[in-house]
C-alpha cells in the first residue's frame, strides 16, 4: 500500500465515516492469561468514546510507509493451503462474528507476544464502498467494490498514576487512585491490503510503532511470514557495510555524495507525488556508489554482502538509509554535527603527517552560547 491509499482508509476511523458497528478482543495480563473478552458495541456509545475507541485502531495506520507501515506478502501456496491464510480470511469473511475464530486468533497472538504489562488484543472489522475518483477528488458514479477488511491492534494497558485530587463535597484534599490506560498500539495489522484500492487477499499491512522492532514473533505466528530488519537496523547495517567493504574508497566525499543522492531521489519522489512507494534495490546501490567514485571491485564487495544481509532481491526505502538527524562527524574526542544542507563546510586534510577535520567558520561561531572571535 502506498501513503495516499493509507490516508484514504484512515479517514474511515469516525463516527460519521466508518462501517464499524462495534469492537472486540481480550484483555490479557503479563502472564498470558486472558482476564476477560469484549464486543462492545459503539452505536451505544457517546460520539467522544465511539472516535476515542476507533482511534486506537486508527493508529495501525499511522507512521510512515516503509518505516512503521510495512508490506506483508503472502505466497500463492500459503493463499491456497496456508493455515494462518485462511484463519484471516475466515476472519474478514465473516466481520469478525464468529466467536471461535476470534478466540483462536487470539490465541495465536498471546502465544506469541512477550510483554512485561498487561495488554488488549483490540480487533474492528470495516466494509468501504470503493468508488472511482476524478481528478479532483471527488467520487464519481457507482461504487466499484466493496473492501472488506479488519484490523488488529495491540495496545499496552498500564496503571494510571494516583493523582491529589480536591473534593468539593468533603472540602478537603485526597490521593485519588487512578484506574487503568489503554496505550497506542505497540503493533497491529490491517488484512487484506487496500491495494490500487482495491482488495489484495495476497498481502496485509502490518504496522509497529517502534521502527527497531519488528516483533517478528507476532509476524511468524499470525503471517507464516519474515519482513526486512526494522527501518532502523537498516541504516546500521547499510553503513557497517560501506565501511567494511569498501574502507579505502570512503572518504568524506563519498559519504556525502551517497547521502546527496538518496536525499536527491527521497526529495524527487516526494515532489513527483508518484504513487508507487520509493525503494532501491541492489543495482541502484550499485549505480550510486560507481557515481560516487568508490571502485568496481570495491561495489561487487558491497553486493555481496547486500545479498548476505538484506536479501539479493530486497528494495529499501532511501529514506530508511539517511540520517534523521542531520550529518555527524565523530572522532573519540568529540562530535560534530553539521545541517544536512551545508555539508560543504566540512573537509578532511593531512598536515604535516597529521589527519584533521576542517570546519569552515566565516559566519557565527559560538562555544557553550558564548560567542567568540577567531584571531
Not at 309 to 333: C, D, H, Q, W, Y
Request: proline fraction near 3%.
Amino acid at each position: 500500500m502506498n501513503a495516499r491509499e493509507v490516508s484514504e482508509l484512515r479517514r474511515r476511523f469516525r463516527s460519521d465515516k466508518t462501517n464499524i458497528n462495534y469492537v472486540r478482543g481480550v484483555f490479557v495480563n503479563a502472564k498470558k492469561e486472558i482476564v476477560s473478552e469484549f464486543n462492545q458495541f459503539l452505536g451505544t456509545l457517546p460520539e467522544d468514546e465511539g472516535d476515542a475507541i476507533l482511534s486506537l485502531a486508527k493508529k495501525t495506520l499511522s507512521g510512515t510507509v516503509g518505516r512503521n507501515l510495512l508490506d506483508v506478502a503472502f505466497t500463492t501456496k500459503q493463499v491456497l493451503e496456508g493455515e494462518e491464510h485462511k484463519l484471516l480470511m475466515k476472519m474478514r469473511d465473516t466481520g469478525l462474528e464468529d466467536g471461535e475464530t476470534v478466540k483462536t486468533f487470539c490465541q495465536k497472538v498471546i502465544e506469541a507476544v512477550e510483554m512485561e504489562d498487561n495488554y488488549l488484543i483490540l480487533l474492528a472489522a470495516d466494509s468501504y464502498d470503493v468508488f472511482k475518483k476524478t481528478k479532483d477528488g471527488a467520487n464519481e458514479g457507482d461504487s466499484s467494490e466493496v473492501f472488506r477488511y479488519f484490523v488488529c491492534a495491540v495496545c499496552p494497558v498500564k496503571a494510571a498514576k494516583s493523582s491529589l485530587s480536591y473534593l468539593v463535597s468533603e472540602n478537603r484534599l485526597k490521593n485519588v487512585l487512578g484506574d487503568v490506560t489503554v496505550c497506542p498500539p505497540a503493533f497491529g495489522f490491517v488484512f487484506p491490503a487496500f491495494d490500487y484500492r482495491s482488495t489484495n487477499i495476497h498481502n496485509a499491512l502490518y504496522y509497529t510503532k517502534d521502527a527497531s522492532d519488528n516483533h517478528d514473533a507476532f509476524v511468524k505466528a499470525i503471517f507464516n511470514s519474515e519482513l526486512l530488519m526494522p527501518a532502523e537496523e537498516q541504516k546500521g547495517t547499510f553503513n557497517s557495510i560501506l565501511s567494511n567493504q569498501i574502507a579505502d574508497d570512503l572518504t568524506l566525499g563519498v559519504v556525502e555524495a551517497v547521502q546527496d543522492e538518496l536525499k536527491t531521489r527521497v526529495e524527487v519522489h516526494r515532489e513527483s507525488r508518484e504513487d508507487d512507494n520509493l525503494v532501491i534495490s541492489k543495482s541502484d546501490v550499485h549505480d550510486i556508489l560507481v557515481r560516487a567514485g568508490v571502485s568496481e571491485e570495491n561495489v561487487e564487495k558491497v553486493e555481496e554482502k547486500y545479498d548476505e544481509e538484506f536479501g539479493a532481491l530486497a528494495a529499501i526505502p532511501p529514506a530508511n538509509l539517511l540520517s534523521r538527524r542531520g550529518m555527524e562527524v565523530k572522532t573519540p574526542a568529540c562530535v560534530i554535527k553539521v545541517d544536512p544542507e551545508r555539508a560543504d563546510v566540512l573537509e578532511t586534510r593531512v598536515i604535516d603527517g597529521v589527519k584533521y577535520i576542517l570546519i569552515r567558520a566565516d559566519e557565527t561561531v559560538e562555544v557553550n552560547g558564548v560567542c567568540i572571535n577567531i584571531q
